[in-house]
């Protein structure tokens, strides 16, 4: 009864071995890719580390003709844009995310979870090119208009351009809004009805359930898909690069041209020449990068939670 | 009406609002990209390289040739190692180490582009010392990656144990299973997380930016330097000359309906999956 | 009756999930050729009896069992799992053909998932006395190329009976395979059961008493994980000797 192994079972055991060692070997690649994506861009910036240290993160002068960096500037933009993006969609976000839950029927809502995702697929290069040459133009408009009303001079002329900080927070702030509106509307749809129906029940309008039910119910999870859409935001690179304008002073008012981590690599890599200059982007792509990773691994931990409570 | 109503009516009219200011962005965004896209679109421009500097025509087939070949070849690299991590992770759940792989998956979907340009840069196009589209299509290979292992993970869960079982049951050993049962009852659903990464890729412009650099030039050679959709529509965009800039439009229209095509086999096939399962 | 011949040992079975003992020092003997009952009330551990003897059970996470299992006098535990369930086949509750095969491939799963590669005309020959086997054939015949899910639940189940002795194991496990099958079909699939003990040995899980009388030549009686009483059908039915498996025969634990 217990045979020879015969050669098809030594052919079973050699695939076996290799696909055990295939996959083990894919899964230690993948957690390899964070460390050296960490390594590869620490030694890359070597250069600005050595010309200045620690204070490059407070620094907030940035010029290649002096070849003095500092990434303050840089990292204000980042979180003025990102931040501000999040404020402006986050009520849109809910708002779409509410009504496609307990508003629309699935005739209304499986074509606007489509454009959704429609929304959300465009290339970041598109969402760039409409706002460089649609939304930028209303924003100077504005600019100048709201310049004018308040009697100042430096607003008007830093608005005749329409580029800067507000621009890239309204094209920011519409793309990050299907990412959140999905998101959230994720954990919306896992709400338990029996819950809203109790609360209905009891004589309470639509609204009081959703309010004192449905949020509650999914706050920690619509917290964790803020903090993953902050994420993007921040890392967010050739959209806010086409219509930030490539500010290298630190910024004063919203309608100053900036940069953003990102915005400033792309902006400024090709025509950086010395390793110091070099070494400095590369440094800013390295804290990009941290916070990127930080900011992703705890809102995938806020979300587990949001999920098993 | 009871304050309370009339808050209940005000919040349905806002929440309604909201939706319908998200459709009307979209279409503002859409209609831009079509009409100003096809006004300039002729057969040129599908067919030609750019036109020598100051002479007008030229098209964008080197690009559009460009995007192919990144994408296709980032894909290529990428598909590997993004099954086998996925299927690692799906048939070892509820072990550590699974669970560090699916949280580098998560965080490394959330790494920003640019930050992948750079490092393409500083990790291939210095060693090889030359801009090529093989070091963009690497790049690339790295946003492919943790998106392909998290689609394989989510759909190998979705095989009904009672398959793997009986398989496991006559016989066959692991990889026999995983193979022969989970991956071809999920094949639908894995090609179809397939072509939405590529859809993602195919759009994406920083991680060409230092590493593909762009070429004026029909390239098919993967060592050189080669254009791509998303670079020309960065490059013509930034173009002083407003005839660039409608070939911008043009190629975002081209881009759009590439990244469209792909979605929409991608839903196509999840259609399909969903209803053998019912 | 003489004694029966002896196809599988059991000897001081234990089993767990997680910190949870399902099982209890199982002792039994299954008779050769001849089908074997396992009922009991549900929850009492006759699912995971049977899936500790083709290690399936162990394959759970947080899943263990110990104790030993003889196959034909051979200690499972010195073969290689693959071997072992080469030997045991084992049909599901709810028909599972697999949904990427043919009936054809259905029937040859076994060979094809284990890498063994069969001439055509063999492969033909096999499919074809397995289907009649499993009284299949004059059903399928036309319809062998066509995917094994767009049977009928009956037809799939047996499809599925067929895939298991395909293989030409010693034993196979049916577990509750008619739960999900309307009466017309579950009485086509008792019936074919003592054709089968010609050739193949059967361990049958139910949780009905009627169906373990119908179609069992043994019965082994579980409860809360332990194997309370184990004999020839009828005189289990007939004459009970634990007083547990009394009241249950008279309908005290449903």
Redesign the interface.
């Known amino acids: 009864?217990?045979?020879q192994p015969?050669r098809?079972?030594r052919?079973?055991?050699v695939?076996?071995r290799?696909?055990?060692a295939?996959?083990?070997?894919?899964?230690v690649?993948?957690?390899t890719?964070?460390v050296?994506?960490l390594l590869?861009?620490f030694?890359?910036s070597r250069a600005s580390r050595a010309a200045f240290g620690l204070p490059f993160l407070w620094r907030s002068e940035w010029n290649p003709v002096t070849e003095k960096f500092g990434a303050l500037p840089m990292i204000v933009g980042t979180l003025v844009t990102g931040f501000g993006a999040l404020l402006i969609s986050t009520?849109?976000a809910?708002?779409?995310a509410?009504?496609?839950a307990?508003?629309?029927d699935r005739k209304l809502a499986e074509p606007?979870k489509y454009?959704?995702?429609?929304?959300g697929?465009?290339?970041?290069?598109?969402?760039?090119?409409?706002g460089?040459?649609?939304l930028v133009p209303i924003v100077s408009k504005f600019e100048v208009w709201f310049g004018k009303l308040v009697g100042s001079e430096a607003l008007v002329a830093s608005g005749t351009t329409g580029v800067g900080l507000l621009a890239a927070i309204l094209l920011l702030a519409?793309m990050i809004?299907?990412f959140s509106?999905s998101l959230i509307l994720e954990s919306l749809l896992v709400v338990p009805t029996e819950l809203k129906e109790g609360a209905l029940a009891l004589g309470a309008?639509?609204?009081?359930a959703?309010q004192n039910v449905e949020l509650p119910y999914v706050q920690k999870s619509t917290v964790g898909a803020l903090v993953?859409s902050l994420?993007?935001a921040?890392?967010?690179?050739?959209a806010v690069t086409?219509v930030i304008g490539n500010g290298m002073k630190m910024p004063t008012t919203l309608f100053d041209p900036a940069n953003t981590l990102?915005s400033a690599?792309?902006n400024q890599?090709?025509e950086a020449t010395s390793p110091v200059y070099v070494g400095s982007?590369?440094q800013l792509?390295l804290i990009?990068?941290v916070i990127?990773?930080i900011?992703?691994?705890v809102?995938?931990v806020i979300l587990r939670r949001g999920v098993q409570q | 009406m009871t304050p309370r109503k009339l808050k209940n009516s005000v919040m349905g009219f806002l929440v309604a609002a909201s939706a319908v200011l998200l459709i009307a962005v979209l279409v503002v965004i859409v209609w831009h990209i079509f009409i100003s896209g096809v006004k300039y679109l002729n057969w040129n421009f599908f067919t030609k390289a750019p036109a020598p500097m100051g002479e007008s025509g030229g098209g964008v087939f080197n690009a559009i040739v460009g995007t192919f070949l990144i994408t296709l070849v980032a894909a290529a690299i990428g598909t590997p190692f993004g099954m086998f991590a996925g299927i690692y992770v799906a048939e070892h759940r509820g072990r550590r180490f699974a669970d560090v792989v699916r949280l580098c998956a998560d965080a490394l979907q959330g790494v920003p582009s640019i930050v992948i340009g750079i490092f393409g840069y500083t990790f291939l196009v210095v060693r090889f010392r030359s801009y090529s589209a093989l070091s963009a299509s690497i790049a690339l290979a790295f946003m492919f990656v943790p998106t392909t292992t998290r689609v394989t993970e989510e759909v190998l869960n979705l095989v009904p144990s009672g398959l793997k079982e009986a398989a496991y049951a006559l016989g066959a050993r692991q990889s026999s299973v995983v193979w022969n049962v989970s991956i071809k009852t999920a094949a639908a659903g894995i090609t179809s997380g397939l072509l939405t990464s590529m859809a993602r890729i195919a759009g994406e412009t920083a991680p060409l930016l230092f590493t593909a650099f762009g070429s004026r030039y029909v390239e098919w050679n993967m060592l050189r330097p080669m254009s791509a959709l998303p670079l020309q529509i960065f490059i013509y965009a930034g173009s002083p000359y407003p005839a660039l800039q409608q070939q911008a439009w043009s190629a975002a229209f081209v881009l759009v309906l590439l990244i469209l095509l792909l979605q929409y086999s991608a839903k196509h096939l999840i259609a399909r999956v969903l209803r053998v399962k019912a | 009756m003489e004694e029966p011949v002896i196809v599988l040992e059991t000897q001081k079975i234990n089993a767990w999930f997680g910190k949870d003992q399902i099982l209890f020092d199982v002792s039994a003997r299954i008779p050769k050729n001849r089908v074997t009952a396992i009922m009991g009330p549900s929850g009492c551990g006759k699912t995971t009896f049977v899936r500790t003897l083709n290690r399936l059970h162990q394959m759970t996470p947080g899943a263990r069992a110990t104790g030993t299992v003889l196959l034909e006098g051979i200690d499972t535990s010195t073969m290689d799992v693959v071997d072992v369930r080469k030997h045991i086949g084992m049909v599901f509750q709810r028909p599972n053909p697999f949904p990427t095969m043919t009936v054809y491939e259905n029937v040859l799963a076994g060979y094809l998932l284990t890498g063994q590669r069969l001439p055509r005309q063999k492969a033909d020959q096999i499919v074809e006395t397995t289907l009649r086997k499993v009284g299949l054939w004059s059903e399928v015949q036309s319809k062998l190329f066509k995917a094994g899910t767009s049977l009928s639940g009956g037809q799939q189940q047996r499809l599925c009976i067929a895939r298991a002795i395909a293989m030409e194991p010693a034993l196979v496990l049916f577990d509750e395979p008619t739960s999900a099958l309307d009466p017309k079909s579950t009485s086509v699939i008792e019936e074919l059961l003592s054709d089968l003990t010609t050739e193949y040995s059967i361990i049958f899980v139910t949780h009905g008493l009627q169906q373990a009388a119908r179609v069992s030549d043994y019965v082994a009686f579980f409860m809360l994980g332990e194997l309370v009483e184990f004999g020839e059908t009828k005189r289990v039915f007939v004459g009970p000797q634990d007083k547990r498996t009394e009241d249950y025969l008279s309908g005290k634990y449903g």
Not at chain 1, 121 to 130: A, D, E, K, T, Y
Not at chain 1, 205 to 208: A, F, H, V
């Open positions: 009864m217990v045979t015969s098809s079972d052919r079973e055991l695939h076996e290799i696909f055990t295939a996959g083990v070997t894919a899964a690649a993948l957690v890719t964070i050296l994506f590869e861009l030694i890359a009520p849109f809910l708002g779409i509410i009504f496609l307990d508003y629309a606007i454009l959704i995702g429609l929304l697929g465009l290339p970041s290069v598109i969402f760039g090119l409409w460089l040459f649609v519409i809004l299907p509106a309008t639509k609204w009081d959703i993953l994420g993007r921040l890392g967010e690179t050739m086409m990102a690599i792309a890599f090709l982007l590369i792509a990009l990068f990127a990773i900011i992703n691994i809102a995938r």
